[in-house]
T-cell receptor, first 112, second 113 residues
Framework: ETGVTQTPRHLVMGMTNKKSLKCEQH?????MYWYKQSAKKPLELMFV???????ENNSVPSRFSPECPNSSHLFLHLHTLQPEDSALYLC???????????FGPGTRLTVL | DQQVKQNSPSLSVQEGRISILNCDYT??????FLWYKKYPAEGPTFLIS?????DKNEDGRFTVFLNKSAKHLSLHIVPSQPGDSAVYFC????????????FGPGTSLSVIP
């Protein structure tokens, strides 16, 4: 596989469920990002990891918990989400934080 | 308050004609600007960028113009092709904080054959 992949592509969960989104990049990049795209809103940066260290947490509620075990993998753990958290969650990577970002296809999340 | 604005949610253009997508920003600290293109069910794809030291950058059919005094940039696509139909996001960042890219809401371009 090449580029940035995300699994699952679609996820429906209840408010009491625990689930995880996975992102993997095959580009040899060192920086990885989570973005949220809600309907009719701009892309919102959630988290930034550079060389596995979290460098940015954009005031994201604690029900979203990121994990970056290595430079190629990024997870977003979800717990007790709200219906308003339903959105497209996009992962991206870049060579370093000073370079253009490559995006994955996204996970379409629906919280019931 | 949105720091990056794309006031046209949608745009329709005839094939072969020029498409002009506009973007305005409010933060005068922004010094690096990008355009991303997004097809349905795919993530955004980087298209073209421009640094504030330039006022124009060209790559094939795509040209980005930057007017710093007006805090305005535009993406020109000429000639437009049906495959250009997508959502176009304008984005901006401060050079020292490339990881904090701020995206506009996007403009949906339809190129009619």
């Amino acid at each position: 596989e090449t580029g940035v992949t995300q699994t699952p592509r679609h996820l429906v969960m209840g408010m009491t469920n625990k689930k995880s989104l996975k992102c993997e990049q095959h580009l040899g990049h060192n920086a990885m990002y989570w973005y949220k795209q809600s309907a009719k809103k701009p892309l919102e940066l959630m988290f930034v990891y550079n060389f596995k260290e979290q460098t940015e947490n954009n005031s994201v509620p604690s029900r979203f918990s990121p994990e970056c075990p290595n430079s190629s993998h990024l997870f977003l753990h979800l717990h007790t989400l709200q219906p308003e958290d339903s959105a497209l969650y996009l992962c991206a990577s870049s060579q370093d934080t000073g370079y253009e970002q490559f995006f994955g296809p996204g996970t379409r999340l629906t919280v019931l | 308050d949105q720091q990056v604005k794309q006031n046209s949610p949608s745009l329709s253009v005839q094939e072969g004609r020029i498409s002009i997508l506009n973007c305005d920003y409010t933060n005068s600290m922004f010094d690096y600007f990008l355009w991303y293109k997004k097809y349905p069910a795919e993530g955004p794809t980087f298209l073209i960028s421009i640094s504030s030291i330039k006022d124009k950058n060209e790559d094939g059919r795509f040209t980005v113009f930057l007017n710093k005094s007006a805090k305005h940039l535009s993406l020109h696509i000429v000639p437009s092709q049906p495959g250009d139909s997508a959502v176009y996001f304008c984005a901006a960042s401060v050079e020292t904080s490339y990881d904090k890219v701020i995206f506009g809401p996007g403009t949906s371009l339809s190129v009619i054959p």
